[in-house]
């Protein structure tokens, strides 16, 4: 039994819908994408502001190796949703703390995130690179989307 949905493109009728569910992926695929560019923009643009103003501002994990290999791996890999989603949550939390570490050294330096162990961690991540924290979290960024399953 088919449903009845009414929809026509200019093939012909479309009795199931599949028209509309291939659109809505699609949006959210450009959407996934837009919010990646932006965010990978604002964490390089939010670094090259700091060093202006004379603040060192190397915080935060998706600087541009990571951004650029997990783009890599999801590219060979044919992950690429997965590695567009992980990319626009986390490049937009990197220049969101580039922005609150910035706005700290300068503005409020006695100013401390609220402390939720292991949120903090992740959202306030000031450990130096070549650290076993460090690895963790490259290993998990590099295993959620390679796990993920294909849509």
Known sequence: MRPIIGITSAFGP??????????SCLRA????????AGGAVLTSYARARAENIGVSSTVGF????????????????????SVLWELAVFANITAAHRLVHVWRRVERPSWRPPSIPVVTDILFWEYPRYC????VYVGLGILVPLLLPIQ
Not at 14 to 23: A, I, K, L, M
Not at 132 to 135: I, L, M, N, P
Request: aromatic share 14%; no cysteine.
């Open 29 to 36: 695929a450009y959407s996934d994408a837009i919010l990646a």
């Open 62 to 81: 998706w600087e541009r190796p990571e951004r650029t290999f997990m783009l890599m791996m999801g590219g060979l890999f044919l992950r690429m949703p």
């Open 14 to 23: 479309d009795p199931d819908g599949r028209v509309v569910r291939e659109q």
């Open 132 to 135: 076993w924290q460090y690895d």
